[in-house]
């Protein structure tokens, strides 16, 4: 079946650094790709939804600048998170495939 | 404004007990409703549902969405202990981008 590779599954940076996650879609192609965060004991929340070659489409509350996302092939999507702060420490997800798969998570600890 | 509630919260049953998970839903432009286990990690895709009436199964799993009542159950019968999750429901709105609104899951542990 289709498959969301994410990666890392786990990364801890310090304050102020940048921290790129990637998502590659393993047997078919994602023309889109929906980022999401959650935080503890919380549903998933959506960042962004990517769309490849376009720009991505941010949810109201969720700086651009800071959650800089790139979709520039049909296999690979990815998140930035610039200038990490303690605050942005969660667990990032993305999915594909109509939101049926996912990848596998990442968990964000900035230090 | 668009909501997806879940009930209850949280819940915990003994393995071979059966349990009826439910999400209640008000969105504009009602498209499907998704069922999903999250374990540890990200959610594992469980179900969609489009129709009313039409029950999904898969094992020991089922789901049925009622359209006019705006709700969906999840059932788990003869439940195990690899049952223990989040159960997440999800309803996709109609447009562009598919978005999904999401509830707050409910917690499910099963006790040996």
């Known amino acids: 079946g289709a498959v969301v590779s994410q990666h890392p599954s786990w990364v801890i940076c310090k304050s102020g650094t940048s921290v790129k996650i990637e998502c590659r879609s393993l047997?078919?192609?994602?023309?889109?790709m929906f980022w999401y965060r959650q935080f503890p004991k919380q549903s998933l929340m959506l960042m962004a939804t990517?769309?490849?070659?376009?720009?991505?489409?941010?949810e109201q509350g969720v700086e651009k600048d800071k959650f800089l996302i790139n979709h520039a092939s049909l296999t690979l999507s990815t998140l930035t998170v610039t200038s990490a702060h303690p605050e942005d420490s969660s667990f990032y997800i993305c999915?594909?495939?109509?939101?049926?798969?996912f990848g596998q998570g990442t968990r964000l600890t900035v230090v | 404004e668009d909501k997806v509630v879940q009930s209850p919260l949280s819940l915990v049953v003994h393995e071979g007990d059966t349990v009826t998970l439910n999400c209640s839903y008000e969105?504009?432009?009602?498209?499907?409703l998704l069922w999903y286990k999250q374990e540890k990690k990200a959610p594992t895709f469980l179900f969609m549902l489009?129709?009313s009436g039409i029950e999904k199964k898969s094992g020991r799993l089922s789901s049925i969405l009622d359209k006019k009542e705006l709700f969906s159950i999840l059932n788990i019968t003869a439940t195990q202990t690899g049952d223990s999750a989040v159960y997440l429901c999800?309803?996709?709105?109609?447009?562009?981008?598919?978005?999904?609104?999401w509830g707050l899951g409910t917690s499910l542990a099963v006790n040996p």
């Open positions: 999915s594909a495939r109509d939101q049926a798969f």
């Open positions: 047997d078919f192609q994602a023309t889109t």
């Open positions: 990517s769309n490849e070659g376009s720009k991505a489409t941010y």
């Open positions: 969105v504009t432009n009602f498209r499907s």
């Open positions: 489009t129709s």
């Open positions: 999800a309803v996709e709105v109609a447009g562009n981008n598919r978005k999904l609104i």
